[in-house]
Every structure is written in structure tokens, then in C-alpha cells.
């Protein structure tokens, strides 16, 4: 039997989050669809060709070389121009920065506008968030059918605690017999912050009362920053930061936490979310610390499935003291942050959403 074509457009190198989660949906797609790949990798390693790489491989070259296509599935988070494809156009929109109902953005600010137009111009729009649910639909009126809710997945095959080898980590970073505090992601630069500070930042008082150790997964341009300031506040003995690793690596260095947080700053751009950390916490059976903003909310089933805090660092200390004084009450957030994640987040059950709403089942 013949199936269809999808073309995945990517915004951002293999590396990023947005990649990452689109190339997995793809794959669990690939039961009804045949799939081609147009992937952005960075014509240099200089930071500032990066605007240059995503304009030639997002805009410039489907313009040129568009391939024939039924269905065109795009992230919204590079510089392509939909409008230049004549297939069916699906947007997985993972990332929202404002409320473009209410204020959209003008021709200057180029890509903004130019993902604002795909909003209001793909055939369909599946959202992370019930927030830019929302939005979408205020911007698609008569079209509000063709806005989905179809938050953030994870492969429940692939971070599964029963293959994991925690011991395989704490060899590899030489980590202590303590209870590890992790953190998993993307180190980036926002504005004055950068992701996993208020880790560094309650550290201190945390270990005034408790043995822990923190292990922070990721790279980015906080990395060296990262690194800094534990220097500074001399703690390095309490951090280890394992830098980029293989995703190989990644559901066994999550078995290797005893508890895995999760912050997000208020407002729309955190609101607006859907964490892929957590989601693989969640399949890795590991007890949560999240802040109980937008989507985290729900990921953790008000608190039934984690530990959910008011923004604030002293609220985060407490969250983490809770599991830290608690194991068994880990164990039990663990084991239903696993069942939830397999009934509701594995990419199978949600390419199956997306499916049905295409009409290919």
C-alpha cells in the first residue's frame, strides 16, 4: 500500500531540544508516512553564521529546491516561508515567546513574522501548550478544529529505568555516594539568566542540612559561566558538569539521579512550554521537582506524579528537602511518573493523535 509523503523541515541543528523532539515524532510517524529529512547543520562553528545557516537551509534552498511532497512538517522555530510549499503544511508548535493574537509581529522583525504567517497559513497547527492552543485559534477563527493540543513526547522504549546502567555514570563522571540532585538540558543565555541557575543558586543553603550532589547534564553558553560561578562560590567539590553527551548517554545519566528538577521562570515564554527534560524524567521513573507553572503543571498530574513549587528559590529548596528527607515517597512519585508518561506522553500514542487528525487511519 502506498503512503504518503512527509517532508520534516528543521529550524536548528541536530543538537537543539526542537530537533531533537521533531526528528522523534518523525520516526514514530513512519508506520503511515514516508519521510524525508531537510536538516540544518551550520555552514561554520562561529556562533554568528548561525542566522546565515537557518536563512539558506529554512528559506532559501526549499525556495530553490523544494522536493515533491504531500505533507510538509516544520517546528516553527527557523526562517521558513510555508507559503513557498504546496503540500498539506503542519506546524508542531513547540515554543511561543508572546501572544501574537494580541500583538503580532511587524515585517521588521523578519522571522517572527515569518512564523506568525505560518500560524495563521498551515493546514494544521498542533500545539505543546494549552496556552498557544489558545492563541492559534484566536488567530484562526472558522479554523479552530484545526488546532490541536499535543504536548512535548518522549520514547518510553528508549528511557526505560529496566536498560538502564546508573553505575556506568558514576563511574564515568566519578560521582559520590551521595543523593544526586540533577539537572538535565540546554545551557542557555536569557537575558540576565541562564538555564539551571536557581540550582546554583540555592545550593548553599541546601547543603547546609543535606548530603547531596549535583549533577548537571547539558552544554550551552552558560557552560563556562556555569562552571564560574561554582568556582566562585566554592563549591565545585558539590557539581559535577558532564558538558555534551551522546544521547545514548542520557536516560542512563537521568537513572543516575536520585532527584531531577525542573525551573521555569513566570510569564509566557515558560507558560507556554512543554518540557522535554521532564517528560524524560517522567519515563525514567525519577522522582520530580518542577516549577507549577503552565504544562508542568499538568506533565505532573497536580502533583500526584512530582513534587510541584511556586516559583521562588526558597520554594525549591523545600521541594528538594522534601524528597531528599522522603526516599520512599520518591519511589512512589517515580513509579507514577513512569505509568503517566507511558499512558500519555510515549511519541507513539501521540503520533497516533496526529494521525487521526491528518484522516490517515
Known amino acids: 500500500m502506498h503512503k504518503p509523503s512527509l517532508t520534516v523541515m528543521y529550524g536548528q541543528p541536530d543538537n537543539r531540544s526542537t530537533s531533537y523532539q521533531t526528528s522523534q515524532l518523525a520516526s514514530s510517524l513512519q508506520s503511515w508516512l514516508t519521510i524525508k529529512h531537510l536538516r540544518v547543520k551550520p555552514l ?8 546565515f545557516d537557518r536563512v539558506f537551509n529554512n528559506y532559501l534552498k526549499p ?3 523544494k ?9 516553527n522555530d527557523g526562517a521558513a516561508d510555508l507559503s513557498h510549499w504546496q503540500a498539506k ?12 493574537s494580541q500583538k503580532p509581529p511587524s515585517r521588521w522583525q523578519w522571522i517572527h513574522w515569518l512564523r506568525y504567517q505560518n500560524i495563521l497559513n498551515a493546514d494544521y497547527i498542533f500545539a505543546v501548550s494549552h496556552i498557544q492552543v489558545k492563541i492559534a485559534r484566536r488567530l484562526r477563527p472558522n479554523r479552530e478544529n484545526t488546532v490541536v493540543y499535543m504536548p512535548v513526547g518522549v520514547n518510553c522504549e528508549t528511557f ?23 539537572y538535565l538540558g540546554y545551557l542557555g543565555i536569557r537575558g540576565k539568566s541562564f538555564a539551571g541557575q536557581p540550582l546554583l543558586e540555592i545550593a548553599p543553603e541546601l547543603l547546609k542540612n543535606h ?30 558538569l558532564t558538558g555534551y553527551v551522546d544521547d545514548e548517554l542520557l536516560p542512563h545519566c537521568i537513572a543516575a539521579m536520585d532527584i531531577c528538577v525542573d525551573t521555569l521562570e513566570e510569564g509566557i ?39 510541584l513549587v511556586k516559583p521562588g528559590n526558597a520554594n525549591l529548596v523545600e521541594g528538594i528537602t522534601k524528597l531528599c528527607e522522603q526516599p520512599d515517597l520518591r519511589v512512589q512519585l517515580g513509579s507514577n511518573a513512569r505509568q503517566r508518561a507511558e499512558s500519555i506522553y510515549d511519541w507513539s500514542k501521540l503520533a497516533e493523535r496526529m494521525i487521526n487528525t491528518l484522516g490517515l487511519n
Open 160 to 182: 526505560n529505568p529496566a536498560y538502564a546502567n546508573p553505575k556506568k555514570v558514576i563511574e564515568q563522571f566519578n560521582l559520590p555516594q551521595k543523593t544526586i540532585v540533577g
Open 211 to 240: 548530603d547531596v550532589h549535583f549533577l548537571i547534564v547539558g552544554f550551552g553558553e552558560a557552560f563556562s559561566v556555569f562552571q564560574q560561578r561554582v568556582k566562585e562560590l566554592n563549591i565545585s567539590e558539590h557539581f559535577t
Open 67 to 75: 522536493p515533491s511532497t504531500d505533507y510538509v512538517l516544520y517546528c
Open 63 to 65: 525556495l530553490a529546491q
Open 44 to 51: 561554520t562553528k562561529y556562533k554568528w553564521s548561525r542566522p
Open 89 to 100: 503544511k503542519i506546524i508542531y508548535w513547540y515554543d511561543a515567546y508572546c501572544d501574537w
Open 269 to 307: 515564554h515558560s507558560e507556554a512550554r512543554s518540557e522535554t527534560k521532564l517528560k524524560q524524567y517522567m519515563a525514567m521513573g525519577r522522582a520530580c521537582v518542577a516549577t507549577a507553572i503552565g504544562e508542568n503543571i499538568i506533565d505532573l498530574d497536580n502533583g500526584k506524579a512530582g513534587v
